[in-house]
């Protein structure tokens, strides 16, 4: 049995997502209470030839004693050797205010309540927060469009396998902030900065005349080694702990130079060993190391 457990800020798309696991033959169920998911797991496995991949949305409208429980039902439930996923959206605050502006929805929270939206907000944060350290796959939705967000739940969800790490790196500008579902960043504003050269500015890290002009810098090269050897050092650490995403994000000022180059570096390296997918946010690009790079995100 494959199991999906969605959650998330309101207003990120988990609604989206659930939709789009149901279209990809996902016995899918919404706002489940917390503490019946062992009973639907108990009931679902007598029909397991009909419906062995299982989606479920649970969110803050959970009772919050639920919600403290769920990490020891999280943990009682793969202990019965079920794979199970946990993904979480999330997207940045003036995103999610934005969009129930637009739909003049009302934010679950406030409903029985005298708080504002921006309090609804922050509250559900400090209520998902045991849900959200515990998330296999954090998504940021905050730059998707819906069509977007479906390609990512059918590549990253739904043909995923627990067997094997997914390691996604992220190239991004620090002036656009630091990626929500980043789980480790590096910082390479202390490199060259090709942006300086009026020649070089149109360009970005995948073209040759940026490549060239920060492989004539040892830094630039010392910093990609450095990360890569980390990496070899700690994945499998991840691996062990049962970890299925990991997602390596490394910053610039822009995003369109050096972040990118030592993303594109990195992500080729591992490629040969694990199941790699490149991201590069500034530039609109996402797709699976050896996929033809003009796909955009």
Not at 10 to 23: C, N, P, R, V, Y
Request: one cysteine or more.
């Amino acid at each position: 049995m494959q199991l999906v457990i969605i959650s998330g800020r309101s207003g990120s798309g988990k609604s989206i997502a659930l939709q789009a696991l149901e279209d990809l033959g996902f016995y899918a169920i919404d706002n489940l209470p917390a503490m019946l998911l062992d009973e639907l797991i108990d009931e679902l496995q007598q029909d397991e030839a009909r419906r062995s991949s299982i989606a479920v949305s649970i969110d803050a409208r959970n009772l919050p004693g639920a919600l403290k429980r769920f990490p020891a039902l999280l943990e009682e439930i793969r202990s019965r050797g079920i794979d199970c996923q946990v993904v979480y959206f999330t997207a940045e605050d003036k995103i999610l205010l934005e969009r129930y502006s637009a739909t003049r929805r009302r934010h679950p929270l406030t409903r029985d309540s005298e708080m504002t939206l921006a309090e609804a907000i922050e509250s559900e944060v400090e209520a998902l927060s045991g849900i959200r350290d515990l998330a296999d796959l954090v998504i940021d939705t905050s730059q998707l469009s819906v069509h977007d967000l479906r390609g990512r739940i059918a590549e990253q969800v739904a043909q995923h396998s627990s067997e094997q790490l997914t390691l996604t790196f992220e190239s991004f500008g620090f002036k656009r902030g630091v990626p929500l579902d980043a789980d480790t960043v590096f910082d390479a504003r202390c490199l060259p900065n090709p942006y300086w050269d009026p020649r070089l500015r149109p360009f970005n890290g995948r073209d040759s005349e940026i490549i060239e002009f920060l492989e004539d810098y040892p830094d630039v090269i010392a910093m990609g080694d450095d990360i890569r050897d980390w990496l070899e050092r700690w994945l499998p650490a991840y691996l062990a702990s049962s970890r299925s995403y990991l997602t390596v994000a490394i910053g610039c000022t822009g995003g369109q130079h050096r972040s990118v180059y030592l993303t594109e570096q990195l992500a080729r390296h591992f490629s040969t060993r694990y199941r790699v997918r490149l991201r590069h946010r500034e530039l609109g690009i996402h797709t699976a190391v050896g996929e033809s790079m003009d796909a955009s995100a």
